[in-house]
């Protein structure tokens, strides 16, 4: 992965407001194709705001997003979707009365970037990646536990091949036990999110553990972006405290 490759997901100055409330000033990150970007920062520091405003789910104030250098910021989500970004939404989000097969052949049919005749196929991958829920393929998903509902939601994602995956605190709700599985899932990195550019956003260090780089959010504004093995213990006490902090570590 060089410096120089143009990056897959660009994000320029971007600002997002609820109303007069600016929730996210100039945010600016770059990923690359098969990069994991950790997206770190406390309650309400903006990242869930940060992450909707990409998937044109909330309204951008100000900025440019592209994807493989195709503007993607003020098209419709749906548009978005089919760009190939796509969202793992906080709280997961599967059709509860629908069993686990029938979750991931609409998430496949409804994308249009997973051609029907290799559906088949795909879902064989997604259970393979995620046997947990191989098991539970005739289950409705409602009835799964939070851990099997992640696997599935991140299921949902892969199928439809994105370029770029959003993943908002995968941990949520979880137990630590069972954010160690989802963890070790992501650990396998090269099948789960080869060749796709992802941002990881948790408000815990768990996310260091597999990612490339770090971005930490304090009160909607980037305070540090650089490589995960360089966070240091004081910047992230900065950051969720709530301290000014110049980047340093
Ligand atoms: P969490 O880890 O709790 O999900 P977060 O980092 O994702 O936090 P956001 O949910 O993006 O943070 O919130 C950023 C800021 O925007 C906070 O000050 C929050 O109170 C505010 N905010 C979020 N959603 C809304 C909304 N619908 N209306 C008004 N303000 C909002």
Partial sequence: MSANQNPTLMIDQLSVSYGHVKAV????LSVQAGEVVALLGPNGAGKTTTLRALSGLLPIQQGRVTLNGV????????????AGLLQVPEGRQVVAPLTVLENLQLAGLASRRCPAHELNKEIDRIF???PN?????????GLLSGGEQQMLAIGRALIARPVALLLDEPSMGLSPLLTEVIYEFFGRRAEFFGGVAVILAEQSRIALTVADRVCVLS??????????????QSLMVHAYLGVESNGTT
Avoid at 25 to 28: A, E, G, I, V, Y
Avoid at 75 to 82: K, L, M, N
Avoid at 133 to 141: G, K, L
């Fill in 25 to 28: 000033s100039q945010f600016s």
């Fill in 71 to 82: 503007q993607i910021s003020g098209r419709r989500p749906d548009q978005i979707a089919r």
């Fill in 128 to 130: 393979s990646l995620f």
């Fill in 133 to 141: 829920i191989a098991r539970r393929r005739d289950v409705a998903s």
């Fill in 219 to 232: 009160k909607g504004r980037v305070v540090f972006t650089g490589l995960a093995s360089e966070v240091s």
